[in-house]
Every structure is written in C-alpha cells, then in structure tokens.
C-alpha cells in the first residue's frame, strides 16, 4: 500500500518570500501521479499541480512549482512571491496510473500555511 | 458551471443518532468519491462510484456507514448509528468518466461532530 507523509504540520511564510512544503511517498510502483492540493478556510479543495512519474521535468503553474525528486520519492511544492489568498491547508496525494486503482487518492496528513504582511 | 455541492455544511449529533450527508457532483460527472478526514490526519478513501454502482467500497469503515447513488446522479452518505469516533469532515468528489487524466473536483466538505 502507499504512504504519504507531510513532516511539516504548520508553515509561516511573509508576503512576497518564498516557502516549500515537504511531501515523501513510498510505493514499489514505477507508474503513478502525485498532486498538491489546496484548501482554504471554508472553500473547497482545488487542485494546485499535478506530476505524472513518468516525466522527468518539474511541473510549474504560474507561482508554484515541484521539485520531484522520484528515486528520492520526494515531491516537495514550491510557493514562489507568496500572498495572503496562499493562506490554506495543503495536501499532498499519491494516485496509482493503473486503471483498476485510479480512483484512490493517498493523502498526506496536511500542512497549514500562514501568510504575515 | 456549479462544482461539487455538499449538504449539510456542518452538522452536531448525539452518538447514536443518524445523520445523512448529500452530495451533488458537477453535472455529467459519472465518478463520485467518498473522502473523510478525521481531526489531525490524513484524509481517508471511504469508496468511489461510477455512476450508481459502487467501483470500490474498501475505505467504508463499518457497517454503519450506507452509501447510495440512486439513478447515479447525487449520493448520500448514511451514518447510522453515529459513533464518537466517526467525527470529522467528509469530503465528496467528483471526475469525469472521459477526462484521460481524471481530474478530481472536490467539495467544501460537511462538518460532522458527534458528542
């Protein structure tokens, strides 16, 4: 079975810094995806990046971008000129490409982010 | 376009009673997921339909959790009887059937306290 786990249960970063969350996997597929996905105060939960395995290069949208790290099994985010609307719970999950589990997301237990002026 | 819709929005019970959560997925999404995070961990698979059946059940905790997906449109979420440890948010989900990469759309979620 896969695991995820976030080590970081609560982050602080200032307006405009930069700030990264941690996220370790462990599976013994070769064929998977991960996400980070975001959930404000009282909103629902959006994805924020998506990275098949199977590619080699990080993904990026817009301020946020991975470091997949897949011998590692490290799949940290990056939050490049943080601001307040960052403010959320982020979550990390694990999701087999195998079409008979494809439904199933692994999460990690969350990382609360702060963002002070 | 309206996305995942989640009713109630939080809920207080006493142990032993029923509570029942409804949840609307976008509309055309054949996928529907059961999520559940329990204070302080991680969120939790409870079962995934495709349309009204039932793909996979393997996170449903116990017997007193009854999920249905009557004519594969909304799904309910029985909880009967409530039990302490069943406090937490429950999330629902929802994906395309033909979208190749099975983009999941979540809800806001229902608060369930049970005291």
């Known amino acids: 079975a896969q695991t995820v786990t976030q080590s970081q249960p609560e982050m602080s970063v200032q307006e405009a810094e930069t700030v990264t969350l941690s996220c370790t996997y462990d599976t013994s597929e070769s064929d998977y995806y991960l996400f980070w996905y975001k959930q404000p105060p009282s909103r629902q939960m959006i994805l924020v990046i998506r990275?098949?395995?199977?590619?080699?290069q990080n993904a990026t949208e817009n301020r946020f971008s991975v470091n997949f790290q897949k011998a590692a099994k490290s799949f940290s985010l990056k939050i490049s000129d943080s601001q307040l609307g960052d403010a959320a719970m982020y979550f990390c999950?694990?999701?087999?490409?195998?079409?008979?589990?494809?439904?199933?997301?692994?999460f990690g237990t969350g990382t609360r982010l702060q963002v002070t002026l | 376009e309206a996305g995942v819709t989640q009713f109630p929005s939080h809920s207080v019970i006493e142990k032993g009673q029923t509570v029942t959560l409804r949840c609307d997925p976008i509309s055309g999404h054949d996928n529907l997921y059961w999520y559940r995070r329990v204070m302080g961990k991680e969120i939790k698979f409870l079962l995934h339909?495709?349309?009204?059946?039932?793909?996979?059940e393997s996170g449903m905790p116990n017997n007193r959790f009854l999920a249905e997906r009557t004519g594969g449109t909304y799904s309910t979420l029985k909880v009967q009887p409530a039990e302490l440890e069943d406090s937490g948010v429950y999330f629902c989900?929802?994906?395309?059937?033909?979208?190749?990469?099975?983009?999941?759309?979540f809800g806001e979620g229902s608060w369930l306290t049970v005291v």
């Open positions: 989900a929802s994906s395309q059937a033909s979208d190749r990469r099975n983009t999941i759309y």
């Open positions: 990275q098949e395995a199977y590619k080699q």
């Open positions: 999950a694990y999701r087999s490409y195998n079409t008979g589990t494809a439904s199933k997301l692994t």
């Open positions: 339909f495709v349309k009204e059946s039932k793909q996979d």
